[in-house]
C-alpha cells in the first residue's frame, strides 16, 4: 500500500521567508509526528499528533514552528521567518500504535 | 536524561564478513527499542521492535538481540545492498515520540 507522503522534496528559501511542509501520513493511522535530522545529528522530535486529543508540542525549537493536522490526516509544518539554523531534512512519520513510519523527508536549505 | 547512544560511528565490512553494532540506551522506563534502516536521501525504513530483556528478531541477515542497557544489531554475512546507516531508537514508558542515536554507518564492500 501507499506509504507516507511529503512535499516538496527539497525546499531552498531565503533567510526570514515562511515555509510550509507537508504530510500526508499512510491511510489509517491515527498517530502523525515530525522529527527534523540535521547534518551530523540524530532525529529529533519536533511534535505529536494523535486523534482529537491536544498535540504534543514538547519538541518544537521556538515560536516559529508551528504545525497543524487537518481531519485527523494531512500535517502540514510551518516555520515563520526561517533562519539558516532551521536548514536540516524535515521527516514526517505515521503510526497505528508504536511502530513509526517514515516519509522520504523534505530538504530545507536556508540561504 | 533518556539518551541513546550508537556504536561504531562507521564500520566497514568486506561482503561475508559478520559484526554486529551496539545501542545502548539510558531510560528512565522502556516502552520498546526499534531499529531502522536509513539509506542516503530517504527515510528511516523500520526493521525491527523489542520490548523486553531478552528478546531477539530475525529478518534475512540480521538479528536484532536486546538487554536491559543495550541492543545489538548482528548482521550475518552482510552483502554490498547492506550498506546503510542503522539507526537505533527508544520509546520511553508514558511518551510516544522516539528518542534517536546518531546511528552507525555501514559500508559493505564486495
Known amino acids: 500500500g501507499a506509504g507516507v507522503s511529503q512535499s516538496p522534496s527539497n525546499k531552498v528559501t531565503e533567510k526570514g521567508k515562511d515555509v510550509e511542509l507537508r504530510c500526508d501520513p499512510i491511510?489509517?493511522?491515527?498517530?502523525l509526528y515530525w522529527y527534523r535530522q540535521s547534518l551530523g545529528q540524530g532525529l529529533e522530535f519536533l511534535i505529536y499528533?494523535?486523534?482529537?486529543?491536544?498535540?504534543?508540542k514538547s519538541g518544537l525549537p521556538s515560536d516559529r514552528f508551528s504545525a497543524e493536522r487537518t481531519g485527523g490526516s494531512v500535517s502540514t509544518l510551518t516555520i515563520q521567518r526561517t533562519q539558516q539554523e532551521d536548514s536540516a531534512v524535515y521527516l514526517c512519520?505515521?503510526?497505528?500504535?508504536?511502530?513509526?513510519?517514515f516519509g522520504p523527508g523534505t530538504r530545507l536549505t536556508v540561504l | 536524561e533518556d539518551q541513546v547512544t550508537q556504536s561504531p560511528e562507521a564500520l566497514r565490512l568486506q561482503e561475508g564478513e559478520s559484526s554486529s553494532l551496539n545501542c545502548s540506551y539510558t531510560?528512565?522506563?522502556?516502552?520498546?527499542l526499534f531499529w531502522y534502516r536509513q539509506d542516503p536521501g530517504k527515510g528511516p525504513e523500520f526493521l525491527f521492535t523489542?520490548?523486553?530483556a531478552g528478546e531477539e528478531k530475525e529478518k534475512e541477515r540480521l538479528k536484532a538481540t536486546l538487554t536491559k542497557k543495550e541492543s545489538f544489531l548482528h548482521i550475518t554475512a552482510p552483502k554490498p545492498e547492506d550498506s546503510a546507516t542503522y539507526l537505533c531508537a527508544v520509546q520511553v514508558t508514558g511518551f510516544q515520540k522516539l528518542v534517536f542515536g546518531t546511528g552507525t554507518r555501514l559500508l559493505v564492500s564486495p
Open positions: 499528533f494523535q486523534g482529537n486529543s491536544a498535540p504534543d
Open positions: 512519520a505515521s503510526s497505528p500504535q508504536d511502530t513509526q513510519y
Open positions: 523489542l520490548y523486553s
Open positions: 491511510s489509517g493511522h491515527t498517530a
Open positions: 531510560v528512565s522506563g522502556l516502552r520498546g
